[in-house]
């Protein structure tokens, strides 16, 4: 059997690259006397320390998805309403 070489257009290399913007959220922004616990909680499940002086997070969309999905589920367990990204875009948290 001969192996066939498949072209690839450069759309196929896209998703790729996606994802690795980073910007910041106006949505998970905390206050001033809160930023170092929040960038703790973000360290501790492995999200790095994302909060600014402003208290804005800046990090790539997956980032964000993983910080929001372990902060709702420990919302959750303590018997609290859930967070929403209302920042937009596909695959957010509803």
């Known amino acids: 059997m001969a192996i066939r070489k498949i072209k690839r257009s450069k759309k ?3 998703p790729n ?6 910007d ?5 922004r905390v206050g001033k006397n809160q930023i170092n616990d929040a960038n703790d909680f973000a360290q501790s499940v492995g999200c790095g320390r ?11 969309r997956n980032t964000k998805k993983r910080l929001m999905h ?3 589920l420990r ?9 929403v990204n209302h920042d937009g875009g596909y695959g ?3």
């Open 12 to 14: 196929f290399s896209v």
């Open 24 to 28: 910041a959220s106006n949505a998970m």
């Open 70 to 72: 372990e902060i709702n």
């Open 17 to 22: 690259v996606i994802g690795t913007k980073a």
């Open 92 to 94: 957010d948290e509803t």
């Open 75 to 83: 919302r959750v367990d303590h018997g609290q309403a859930r967070y």
């Open 50 to 60: 994302p909060y600014g002086a402003d208290g804005k997070p800046v990090m790539d």
